[in-house]
Each structure stands twice: as C-alpha cells, then as structure tokens.
C-alpha cells in the first residue's frame, strides 16, 4: 500500500486551510460535515467561503499565510494556485508532525483526500494514492450505486443493540454469528424497505431470545421499466441480486433479467393476448406458497407493478396470508416511451392532463369511457393497444376527435428496437398494420404528438 487508509476524528478539533478559492470551499465542506473547526487563511474568499465566514461556521484570517498558523492544528489542507506556497505548508506540517494534503500535489501530502461514500455512520473512503482521483471518483459512483442510503439508519440501529448483544452471548463467535443473522436476514431488510419501528421490535424479539429470527420468506414485487436496464432503480437492482427466485413477465427484457442473481431459479409468468402461461390467480397462489418456504421471491414485472401490472391484487393476496413484501416502483411504459420517443406527456402549448387506459379487448370490443377521452388539450396514452387499434381510433373519432388528430405507435420503446410510428387517428391504423409491428407497443393521441420531429433524441444503433 502507498497510503495507510486511516479515519481521523476531526469533531471539535482545530483544521487549518490556506487558499480561498473553490477548491479550498469543497475541503472546508466535508471538514465541516465530520465536526471540525476550521480556519481559513486567505487574502480574499470565494462566494460559498464567504457565506461560511458570515455564518460563524468557519474562522477566516484575511491575509497571506504565516508559519504559525499551523501550530495547533490537527490537520492542514493546501489548497492555491501558488506552488511555492503550497510547498511551504507541506513541509512545515510535516517538520511538526501535522497531517497535510496539498491538493493535486500527491508528492507534498502526507495524507490524500478520498472520495466519499457516506451512509454515516457507514463511510467508505476510496483512494488511489493521488494516481487519478477520476477513477477514485467513478469507483464512488459505482458503489453509491450498490449501497442503500439507509445502511447508515441501519447501522445506527445496530449501535443501540451492541451493548445489549454483548451481555446476552458470552463469546465474540457467538455474537458473530448473531450479528450476521440480524445484518442478511429479515431483519435488516425490513429497515432497507423503510419499516424503521418494525426492525427494532424484531431486533429486540432476537436479542431477548438469544437467536434471530426465524427464516422466513419475502415477496420483492418490482418494477422493471420499459425496457432499458439502465432505468432500473438502485433498490429494484439490490433486490434482484438477492432473490432466491424469480417470477417474470413477457414484457422483461432478457438484458434486464440477466442483472438478476445468476444462480437463481427463473419462472415465466408472462401473459400474451389470450395466452396465459400461468393464470393470475395461480401467480398469487404460487407467491405465497414459495415465501412459506423460506424464500426470497422476486416478482419481476415490466412498468410499473401498479399501473396496468396486477399488483395490487398481488400483494391483497400476500396481505391475506400475512407474507411480509415490498414493493418497489419501476418507471412505467407511458413516461419511458413517450421520454425516449421525444413526446412530452404534457406541455402547456398543448395538453394540460394526460389520461392512462389498457386498450385491451374483450369480446372483440374496447369497454372505455370515450366521452372522457375525447376531451380538449388532453393526452390519451393507451396501453396493450395493437389487436385493437382500429377499433380505438374508429371509436375516439366517433365520439368527437377529430379524425386529423396527431397519434404516435412506439414500438419496444427505450431499446435498441424502438420505432415510431407517426400518423393521425385516421391513418394510424393503417401505418401500423403496413410496418409488421410487434409488442410490446404504447400508442400516444394528442397535439403532443406533433413535437416528436422536433423533440426526438434517442435513435437506436
């Protein structure tokens, strides 16, 4: 190791910074997010250092840096445009024996600045030893990806018990594998999930008993979007590495479901017009029947679970049979295909609402309230449309739009196979039934529509 990884406690201690500018400013930040008292040395300083001085929050000599400035201090950050000086700090911190980073200047520092993943209590610092702080800063961006913000509620909570755990199991192996029990299992994801007053009473049940809790299983009911990974929530991404099982409809992208945990076992659930692969009734059934085994059930979904997604009637089935679940939202067809197609689900030139419906059939027709959906300056998105495009436009027209009134199709919206379709209510059925279309598929009717030429960004290789 070139640098020995170290946290310092700076709470209530004296830290000196030469240099006024910005990157001064980002330093005296994070020195006085971790308690420190700061003083800055600087002939003059910059709007947010200034704004910091008038509050009290940090003490400000308003000159050039003398030697015995650094007496007394903890730490010393350089941080000009003066390259002498910068030298001169670092090797006066360093004949006393006070820690010092110059900034960019790894030669003159006796400690880098890392970067910072902070889920305080929980802090991760990453370094590379002054090498490329860029690839310090994007390895920070990978794990703020991978580590909930609610690690740091989490290990607050385990802070309380600590005591408590060590006077209930006499030997560190014991507690070991106590805390390893609390910290993978039910409990900790009940605090992950936002159930904060339900994983303290369990934590205490566990404590009380000299055990954790019994394994028991769990329903991660979760949105996948309409298609591009990448529009996945950090929360849908850490429940689907951790699943046992997975439940997944027709409309997940393989690339999606490949982010799922690899030895996972994988159940098509998926739905097509007049085609189940499994009934409703007998998903809800087989949700709760697997979680009674101890297991953790990803039910994966394309969308969003509560929009057109059944999920609702899911967890009123895992409700019933006391199977605790969580529920995480996915972007839903409608705001990813319209963004990716360049059609704005609202604009105040155009459409001041916008209407939801499933376009889907039954009995050869499309039970929907037209009257409502042939309002003025209104968007009209329709889901599961295809089979019965022609029915929809033939009836919106009938009761009231004009024929004339911009519609777009958007075929696998936000994936390497987008399309849209652009047309009108009178000529749309017929562009689409000309261009071998396949589902999935999210029809948009409105002026909005017109913006598409001008607005459209993504454009699939």
């Not at 009637?313 to 705001?335: C, H, K, N, S, W």
Request: aromatic share 6%; glycine share 8%; charged share 25%.
């Amino acid at each position: 190791m070139k640098f020995f990884p170290i946290f310092l406690n700076i709470k209530d201690r004296p830290c000196l910074v030469v240099g006024g500018g910005d990157i001064a400013a980002r330093k005296v930040t994070l020195l006085c997010k971790a308690g420190g008292r700061v003083t800055v040395v600087a002939p003059e300083l910059c709007d947010r250092l200034s704004a910091q001085r008038d509050s009290g929050e940090i003490e400000h000599r308003q000159r050039s840096f003398e030697p015995d400035d650094i007496f007394g201090s903890q730490m010393v950050i350089a941080a000009t445009d003066d390259v002498e000086l910068n030298r001169r700090v670092s090797d006066l911190a360093k004949q006393h024996n006070i820690p010092v980073n110059v900034v960019d200047q790894p030669a003159l520092c006796s400690f880098t600045m890392p970067s910072i993943v902070d889920r305080s209590p929980v802090v991760i610092a990453v370094s590379t030893g002054g090498a490329s702080p860029v690839l310090a800063r994007l390895l920070r961006a990978r794990l703020e990806t991978l580590i909930p913000a609610a690690y740091g509620r989490l290990a607050s909570l385990v802070e309380g018990f600590r005591q408590q755990v060590k006077q209930r199991f006499a030997t560190t192996d014991e507690r070991r594998r106590f805390w390893e029990g609390v910290l993978e299992g039910p409990i900790a994801e009940m605090l992950l999930a936002g159930q904060e007053p339900a994983a303290r009473r369990a934590l205490e049940q566990a404590v009380d008993e000299g055990r954790t809790s019994e394994i028991t299983g769990e329903v991660y009911l979760v949105g996948a979007g309409p298609g591009d990974p990448d529009l996945l929530t950090f929360r849908a991404l850490r429940l689907m590495q951790q699943a046992d099982i997975i439940l997944y409809d027709r409309l997940v992208s393989p690339e999606i479901l490949e982010l799922t945990r690899r030895d996972a076992d994988r159940v098509y659930v998926g739905k097509e017009r007049s085609k189940h692969a499994v009934p409703q009734a007998e998903i809800n059934e087989l949700l709760v029947e697997l979680a009674q085994q101890g297991k953790r059930v990803l039910r994966l979904k394309g969308g969003d679970p509560f929009i057109f997604g059944r999920g609702g009637e899911e967890i009123d089935r895992l409700t019933d049979a006391g199977i605790p679940f969580q529920v995480v939202p996915g972007i839903t067809a409608a705001a990813g295909c319209a963004s990716y197609a360049g059609i704005p689900l609202t604009h105040r030139d155009y459409s001041q609402s916008c209407v939801f419906v499933t376009g889907h059939m039954k009995d050869g027709t499309a039970n929907l309230n037209w009257q409502a959906l042939t309002q003025p300056q209104q968007t009209v998105v329709i889901y599961m449309s295809l089979a019965g495009l022609d029915i929809i436009c033939r009836e919106l027209i009938a009761h009231g739009l004009p024929a004339a009134t911009p519609a777009a199709l958007i075929e696998q919206g936000t994936t390497q196979q987008q399309r849209v379709l652009i047309g009108d209510l009178g000529t749309l059925p017929e562009i689409v039934n000309s261009a071998d279309v396949r589902a999935p598929t999210l029809v948009i009717i409105g002026k909005v529509v017109e913006l598409h030429n001008k607005l459209s960004w993504f454009h699939p290789q």
